[in-house]
């Protein structure tokens, strides 16, 4: 039982875990910061407004031993939510519990450490396809003999679902990304052929419980039936012990909703249920999000409320007391042998484009869950698919949890970014000196990019730099100068139109309008810029936006994520466009945002309105429209035509041009 936890500083995360721990909570599931999780030091130009806001900052090994002080790491099972610098958190945990005097060969717990759903989803990548699978494969090779209790990759189909995956595409992309890593292993050399069970017996995933109770339980029916098959025959595995289906669950958070957010309990309750009622589909841990996730950084009350929900589960109820109660069941059985036959053909197609890495490349894969995406959200947008609160039952009683909604989230002193990047410039410049006395950290650098340019693990190397008290943003650079950077197709261009502008409907109307605007200011099209300021790789919102302005007639420029507010700023006026939308769900809105306003200004370009999508508190929202932002959207906005029309008003405003009457 598990709560997805950290923010602000190791100080400050370490004082949760351990209140966590004290409450019942019986493992740990770090969350960590954006500059963390790419690879960045909280000095970097990128990590401005990002420095504790989504998880803690862990800069170097100090801040890795603060984080865990007092929590004895060789009695711990501890989850770390972390894909691109998995090796370095993973290196500077082993440093930490070596301190602690633990056996490192006893330590237990999950490194995430997949790199396709980042390219896919998230959007922490850093390294290219090829580097980022070798960094995965030495993981393993090294965890299988060192720590083998230890989880040294968790395939993720989370972030898939969030990203719009149907069920299929979930179970495929998944399947195909594990195929893609065992291969890599067993092809590395690394690890005698005898040794593969215990390989695969490491293997765990992470999928995610949407709201569809029946579908997502044969869901994962689905996913042990095909693994069963594929460790037997592609890998030879006989242990039915190693060919287990090891799963852990985030249940849904893409359906969590801003409006009505008391609606989101039974929603995860609903979820939780999916994997934990039938015996044989049930998670081994279950994390579950809070009700206001949809608003902000959820509280710790809050998060509590999410474990005692799985205590009362655990503990109250009879659930676990009886074998699988859907067994024999021909319901259950026909949909779960449908998604096996469909999945197993995905997996297919993606094997005869070369595997999930060459579908990465190709854009294959984004363009598929880019058009899920749309499709969900047009049938949402018609009414088609129900969401209590949003599109169906809108009334409501006034809501005593949100009444003050400046304290129904946890917010994150603005003032912990300069006491951070304090402490990281003061590591640098100590490190050496006592009580640390650390070696001089050029050197086990130069030894990790001669490793890096060479064909030796990559693991001890970069223990070598935990040692010798090197920041995340050295690591991380080091393995830059060798294997690059990528950026990964955005799958926006390629994806096909979901939202038909048929005569009478609400696209139709607002692409005359789009079309009316373009002849006012004597240009054959509306450009509008799509921006992604900072870190956040949370990119399915901004894609949305963008896929449904094309179809509306816009011209769209959309770079991808990952940008700084310079970057954004010099391509609005390379580009000449006429709006500027800006996507931010990491919480540094308030940094960031007003950084683009100034500089649109410092240019003589304040009258490009500028638009700005994202989790954002309603007094934050007050403020960027102080600062002269034209237009706030937050998720409880969810009808993205209706946005697009908004976006053609604004721009019609900003030109002094009348208005014209858009669809609500």
């Not at 024999?328 to 094997?351: F, H, N, P, Y």
């Not at 034209?630 to 946005?643: M, N």
Request: negative net charge; contains cysteine; hydrophobic residues 40%.
């Amino acid at each position: 039982m598990r709560t997805y936890a950290g923010h602000s500083t190791a100080e400050a995360s370490n004082e949760l875990y351990r209140r966590n721990l004290a409450k019942g909570q019986t493992g740990l599931s770090v969350a960590f910061d954006l500059p963390t999780q790419t690879g960045y030091d909280p000095d970097h130009i990128l990590a401005r407004g990002e420095v504790g806001r989504v998880g803690v900052p862990v800069a170097h090994l100090g801040d890795m031993r603060r984080l865990f002080q007092d929590i004895p790491l060789e009695q711990m099972n501890t989850s770390m939510t972390i894909n691109a610098t998995a090796m370095w958190l993973l290196a500077l945990y082993q440093v930490v519990a070596e301190e602690q005097g633990a056996d490192v060969s006893r330590l237990q717990g999950t490194t995430q450490n997949d790199i396709v759903k980042e390219y896919l989803s998230r959007g922490t990548h850093v390294f290219p396809p090829g580097p980022s699978l070798r960094l995965t494969t030495d993981m393993i090779a090294y965890t299988v003999s060192r720590m083998p209790k230890w989880n040294p990759v968790n395939i993720c189909s989370y972030h898939l679902q969030e990203a719009g995956a149907t069920p299929v595409q979930e179970i495929a992309y998944a399947m195909s990304t594990a195929i893609a890593v065992l291969d890599a292993v067993r092809d590395s050399g690394q690890v005698p052929r005898e040794r593969m069970g215990d390989v695969v017996g490491r293997i765990s995933f992470f999928v995610n419980a949407g709201v569809r109770f029946v579908e997502e339980m044969c869901k994962m029916r689905a996913f042990g039936r095909i693994w069963d098959q594929v460790t037997r025959e592609r890998y030879g595995i006989e242990n039915p012990r190693h060919r287990r289906f090891r799963y852990g669950v985030q249940v849904n958070s893409l359906g969590l909703t801003e409006a009505q957010p008391e609606n989101n309990v039974q929603r995860i309750v609903l979820e939780m249920l999916a994997v934990t009622l039938s015996k044989d589909a049930r998670a081994r841990a279950v994390q579950l999000p809070a009700w206001n996730e949809a608003l902000g950084l959820p509280r710790p009350w809050d998060q509590q409320w999410s474990l005692r929900i799985q205590q009362v589960l655990a503990y109250e109820s009879d659930l676990l007391e009886y074998d699988d109660i859907f067994a024999g069941s021909k319901v259950i059985e026909a949909k779960v042998g449908q998604l096996v036959a469909d999945s197993l053909a995905e997996m297919e197609r993606i094997e005869g484009m070369g595997g999930a890495m060459a579908a990465v490349e190709s854009g294959y894969l984004k363009s598929r869950l880019v058009s899920s995406h749309a499709e969900r959200r047009a049938r949402i947008e018609s009414g088609e698919e129900k969401v209590i609160g949003v599109n169906a039952f809108e009334d409501t009683e006034p809501n005593p949890l949100t009444a003050d909604l400046d304290t129904a989230i946890q917010t994150v002193d603005p003032a912990v970014e300069a006491r951070v990047v304090a402490s990281l410039r003061s590591w640098r410049d100590t490190r050496y000196q006592p009580p640390f006395n650390h070696p001089r950290p050029c050197k086990a650098l130069e030894k990790l990019k001669e490793a890096a340019k060479g064909a030796d693990n990559l693991m001890e190397a970069t223990l070598e730099c935990a040692r010798a008290g090197v920041t995340t943003g050295e690591w991380a650079g080091a393995l830059r100068e060798v294997f690059g950077e990528f950026r990964a197709p955005t799958g926006v261009s390629s994806a096909p139109v979901a939202v038909a502008a048929e005569e009478g409907s609400a696209l139709s109307e607002v692409r005359r309008t789009v079309e009316r605007t373009a002849g006012d200011l004597g240009v054959g099209k509306l450009r509008f810029l799509v921006g992604k300021p900072g870190l956040d790789g949370h990119s399915n919102g901004a894609e949305q936006i963008a896929v449904r302005a094309r179809d509306a007639g816009f011209e769209v420029v959309y770079q991808g994520i990952r940008l700084t507010p310079e970057q954004i700023v010099d391509a609005a006026l390379a580009e000449d466009v006429h709006a500027v939308g800006l996507s931010v769900l990491s919480g540094s809105h308030a940094r960031l945002v007003p950084d683009v306003l100034e500089r649109l200004r410092a240019a003589g370009a304040a009258d490009i309105p500028v638009i700005v999508g994202g989790i954002i508190p309603s007094g934050d929202a007050e403020q960027l429209r102080a600062a002269g932002v034209a237009a706030v959207f937050t998720p409880k906005d969810f009808d993205i035509t209706g946005i697009i029309g908004r976006i053609v008003d604004e721009i019609r405003t900003a030109n002094r041009l009348d208005p014209l009457e858009v669809p609500a």
